[in-house]
């Protein structure tokens, strides 16, 4: 059996995906989208993960035309905000993941794969990223509270206003009730309208990765990212930020939507409730699961393929597949992933892409 992924090498190691005996892999599939029907008949299965690239459109509907499974694969959360609002999603007049044209959708949490589960058959799992470490992070021995955000935590300048608010409210809270804390953002407007705005010295946790940071917390408050996951594992009392009007996944034991509530809630949160960590518990069962990337497209390779009909007209722009089928098109945009997979774990880059978070 054959797997094309269109995408790089690492970025599926990098979510979980393990050899399996008799499955060979093919990285970088996306460069093929000009070939021609008769070049895909020796694959069994298409995989791709980058929803706005037009190549993987371009791709499922050869695979699907020769009757082959395709499969969506999601790295992370779903969050309906980065759905909607994201400008890189925008500029393509697209919403992430409605529709999905591909035979099978991989995605985290159960709830989410219950919304998505509509003609098209979704399977729940958790990247390795996400949590790389099984074994229990042991609980420092003080209370400390980390105060974190997505890598991407807006999408417009009103979400920024509300969310600096907020931060900045929750913050001098904490410092008012001297409880020990520290931050770990990598967004600088944000950093720097916290330093600005508070008349103390930001300590700005960023030298590890996360599951070592946290080792050094007992508390996480954040907004709704993929860590939220990887802190209720570990058993640590999760607080997620509320600034937006759009429904939210993922879920944690405690909820912030304004200081008051905060204020309320502060000393359970600080003193890991076990009532609170219980509920907390079961909100995580939603997220773990047995099988990963690897599991479902071994099972999914042994599906013969239905025949579907797919709402697809007002996702796929039908001059915009016979550009990039027409033999003047150059695939730069391929060229250009590749080469940034290449160099992006030299110290240099790292440097540069620290900075430019």
């Known amino acids: 059996m054959i797997i094309l992924f ?68 999601s790295d992370g959360i779903f969050e309906f905000s980065n759905s909607l609002n994201n400008p890189m999603i925008k500029k393509y007049d697209l919403q992430l993941f409605h529709p999905i044209i591909q035979d099978y959708f991989i995605c985290v949490g159960e709830k989410e794969r219950k919304y998505f589960n509509h003609n098209v058959e979704t399977l729940k799992f958790i990247p390795y990223r996400m949590l790389k470490e099984k074994n229990i992070i042991e609980l420092p021995h003080s209370r400390k509270i980390l105060i974190t955000t997505a890598n991407s935590a807006y999408f417009s300048n009103n979400e920024f206003d509300k969310l600096k608010h907020i931060l900045l409210e929750i913050t001098s809270n904490i410092l008012k009730e001297k409880i020990d804390f520290s931050f770990r953002i990598f967004d600088k407007k944000i950093l720097q309208f916290l330093s600005s705005s508070l008349d103390i010295e930001i300590e700005n946790d960023i030298s ?116 990039l089928n027409s033999s003047f098109n150059f695939n730069i945009e391929w060229f250009i992933r590749k080469s940034y997979f290449k160099i992006k774990n030299l110290s240099f880059i790292k440097k540069i892409r620290i900075h430019i978070k």
């Open 6 to 73: 269109s995408e790089n090498e690492s970025y599926y190691r990098e979510i979980g995906l393990k050899d399996l005996p008799r499955i060979t892999y093919i990285f970088n599939g996306m460069k093929f989208y000009k070939k021609k029907l008769n070049f895909f008949y020796k694959f069994d299965l298409f995989v791709c993960a980058f929803y706005t690239m037009p190549h993987n459109i371009i791709l499922s509907l050869k695979f699907n035309e020769l009757k082959k499974n395709t499969i969506l694969c």
């Open 208 to 323: 590890d990765n996360f599951e070592n940071t946290l080792s050094r917390y007992s508390s996480i408050i954040t907004t709704p990212s993929s860590i939220s996951i990887t802190s209720m594992y570990h058993q640590r009392s999760v607080a997620i930020l509320i600034y937006r009007d759009v429904p939210t996944y993922p879920q944690s034991g405690w909820i912030i939507p304004s200081i008051d509530v905060f204020k309320d809630s502060l000393e359970e949160f600080i003193n890991l409730d076990s009532n609170r960590i219980e509920m907390q518990n079961n909100i995580l069962k939603g997220y773990l699961c047995d099988n990963g990337l690897t599991e479902h497209l071994e099972e999914i390779s042994n599906h013969i393929k239905e025949k579907k009909q797919n709402d697809i007209n007002n996702y796929i722009n039908k001059n915009l597949y016979n550009m």
